[in-house]
């Protein structure tokens, strides 16, 4: 059964940085299409980053030049870095994953694509 279980989120201090790990297992996309999402109280869940079979990275507006994402492909873990973190960079971070390449941005954002999702990491920064 497929499963992801993401880990290293806490609370920070704005300026600061954390690193996401999302350990995989139970599937073996050959193309596939990792990304990380997150999601505040009664808001809808949004869309960070991702990476594909190829390396190929995606990002959204605000996660580009401080988040960084990558997969260990020896071990199948996805992680994400965070830098310069930012109040509203406060919310719980999910990993997700689905067969085929991510294809572009907007490709990459549609949540409904997504078939294994992780129970969520919590991100909370502070000033």
């Known amino acids: 059964q497929a499963q992801l279980v993401e880990s290293g989120g806490g609370s920070v201090q704005s300026g600061r940085s954390l690193r996401l790990l999302c350990a995989s297992s139970?599937?073996?996309?050959?193309?596939?299409?990792m990304a990380w999402f997150r999601q505040v109280p009664d808001n809808w869940r949004e869309w960070v980053a991702a990476i594909d079979s190829e390396g190929t990275e995606f990002y959204t507006d605000s996660a580009k030049g401080r988040f960084t994402v990558s997969r260990d492909k020896t071990n199948g873990t996805l992680y994400l870095l965070m830098n310069e973190l930012k109040l509203e960079d406060t919310a719980t971070y999910f990993c997700?994953?689905?067969?085929?390449?991510?294809?572009?941005?907007?490709?990459?954002?549609?949540?409904?694509?997504?078939?294994?999702w992780g129970q969520g990491t919590q991100v909370t920064v502070s000033s």
């Open positions: 997700t994953v689905r067969p085929g390449r991510c294809g572009n941005v907007y490709q990459a954002t549609l949540v409904n694509l997504y078939v294994v």
């Open positions: 139970g599937y073996s996309y050959q193309l596939y299409c």
